[in-house]
């Protein structure tokens, strides 16, 4: 469990530079948030600690990687049972294709899931083969991204 982490304005620039470059080196850091760099590391350690920051990742292009077609697709489940949503959402967060997955509060659809595959062969292969197998399926609805606007964050 995380423990309750009171951020000031310097513990938020920070999280704020590195949101936008994980790569920064500490001493980069410390010069944009106004600190020297033992300090700087300090407060990055302890937001570490705390769960604060979960982690460091790199952006890597689609296209590059094979999977250029980006598809948002909603599912309503007919079980009310938590073994089939379990066993929903375990089988589907171990799936390659799927980038995202959401289970949803309040009506329908019950869960939204980004899913990321080369072309739209491969994406009727995880639609058929993965998705529409799965216990307790009861509508599927597929959206295909026309364009990723870039938000910068």
Known sequence: ?????????????????????????????ARRVGLTPPPCLRRVKRLEEAGVILGYHAVVDPHAVGRALEVLVDVEISATDRATFEQFEETLAACEEVVELRRMFGSRPDYFIRVAVADHAAYETFLTEKLSGLPGVLRIGSHLTMKKIDTDR
Do not use: C, H, W, Y
């Not at 423990?3 to 999280?15: F, G, Q, V, Y």
């Not at 704020?16 to 994980?22: I, K, M, T, V, Y």
């Open 1 to 29: 469990m995380r423990n309750e982490t009171t951020l000031d304005a310097i513990d938020r620039e920070i999280l704020f530079q590195l949101s936008r470059d994980g790569r920064l080196t500490n001493v980069e850091l």
